[in-house]
């Protein structure tokens, strides 16, 4: 399988080279791609030096446009599977094997990295272990399958699920959303434990405002998703 690593990273001057360097420790055959989301500081070098490819977008997409700018890459690339990595060192790169294990053995075609499927111990403000209830409870409803953790960037992606998502890609707060049209398009999710650490460096780009406007946006637009016919996936050869 050839595999590629999205990285979305915006202002991570101080995380990403260590982020793409334990990428390539993990998983020495696994292509690097940071997409660098508009940063003003030094991402995009940082990212170049440590051995990674580097994408720089020209204005700020966020992480919507940042990710599926990415998937675009890999199916003009012809890779077979992505693995999304945050460019903040929260995502542990040792970590790979266990989301990439069940992709490799066809058992569905996007897997989920669950902070909160097992007990690993990370530690989430009130606020936001509410949001996640939230919703999980509004996936839940919408799809029929229970996720424990629908804000986790921590994924792997076959070739017919981030082909669809290459032309379907929400750019906006792109968590419960993504994971109801998924469904909604007949892909399998399947969600394994994975243990997550404290953000490297930087800041979250989740500031107060846009945490009040987050759930208004995502209940809005999962009822917009469940209101429309279901997209069509392609079927995509699978190549081993």
């Known amino acids: 399988m050839r595999i590629l690593a999205i990285v979305p990273a915006f202002q991570e001057e101080d995380a990403i080279g260590q982020v793409v360097k334990e990428l390539h420790d993990a998983q020495p055959a696994l292509d690097v791609l940071v997409i660098d989301d508009c940063s003003r ?5 940082r990212a170049r030096e440590a051995g990674a490819r580097v994408l720089t977008l020209p204005v700020n ?33 040792a970590q790979l094997g266990r ?9 569905a075609h996007v897997v989920i990295g669950s902070r909160f499927l097992d007990d690993t ?13 939230l919703f999980g ?16 960037g921590f994924r792997a992606l076959d070739r017919q699920a981030f082909s669809f998502l290459a032309r379907n890609y ?13 469904r909604r398009a007949g892909f399998d999710l399947l969600e394994v434990s994975v243990r997550m650490r404290p953000r ?25 998703v469940l209101m429309r016919k279901p997209p069509e996936s392609q079927e995509v050869p699978w190549n081993r």
């Open 41 to 45: 500081d030094a991402t995009g070098r």
């Open 61 to 93: 997409l966020g992480i919507g446009g940042a990710v599926q700018t990415g998937f675009k890459y890999a199916v003009a690339r012809g890779y077979d599977a992505v693995v999304q990595v945050d460019g903040d060192g929260q995502h542990d790169p």
């Open 99 to 107: 989301i990439l294990q069940p992709l490799r053995e066809r058992e």
């Open 121 to 133: 111990g990370y530690q989430a403000s009130p606020a936001r272990r509410l949001g996640m209830r």
């Open 137 to 152: 409870a509004v996936v839940r409803a919408a799809t029929g399958q229970r996720i424990t953790d629908t804000t986790s």
């Open 170 to 182: 929400p750019v906006d707060f792109p968590d419960a959303e993504t994971l109801v049209l998924l």
């Open 200 to 224: 490297a460096s930087g800041r979250s780009s989740t500031t107060p405002l846009r945490a009040l406007y987050y759930p208004f946006k995502q209940l809005l637009s999962i009822g917009v």
